[in-house]
């Protein structure tokens, strides 16, 4: 738990970055987000603590990680930035530390009742070649 605690920090900061970028999602790299705990809070961490604290804290549910690759024939691998996006349990758990959240965790859940209430029917609409969901009525 402890660890988790540690790892506050960096979970607002990603919801920072998110935030600023409109997005639910953001992608800094790992010095962009030792700078911005360095400058915005006055935490000095190494690498190995960063992914450290984001393993916890992904384990934990709070936040999902998405690594991105790329294959070159020539270069072979081609490593990018990881894809950050903090799952429900991280936003509530922020609000609870009194970030300003609340309008994103009013839409996801709105979001997730529409989901509970049902498959809805969905039928091929052959011009556009897509499928197309009918939602239900009422």
């Not at 605690?5 to 999602?25: A, E, R, T």
């Not at 804290?57 to 930035?81: A, C, H, N, T, V």
């Not at 209430?117 to 609409?125: A, L, S």
Request: hydrophobic share 35%.
């Amino acid at each position: 738990m402890e660890a988790v605690i540690k790892g506050i920090p960096v979970l607002s900061i990603i919801q920072g970055l998110s935030k600023y970028h409109g997005k639910k999602y953001c992608y800094p790299s790992q010095k962009k987000v030792l700078e911005l705990l360095k400058n915005r809070l006055g935490i000095q961490i190494s690498i190995a603590t960063l992914n450290r604290y984001l393993r916890v804290i992904e384990d934990k549910g709070l936040l999902r990680r998405i690594r991105r690759l790329k294959r070159d024939p020539l270069k072979g691998m081609i490593f990018q930035s990881t894809i950050y996006i903090i799952t429900y349990k991280g936003y509530t758990l922020l609000h609870q530390l009194g970030t300003r959240v609340w309008k994103y965790i009013q839409r996801v859940s709105k979001k997730k009742e529409e989901i509970k209430k049902g498959p809805y029917p969905v039928k091929f609409n052959g011009k556009k070649r897509r499928f197309v969901y009918n939602k239900a009525p009422g």
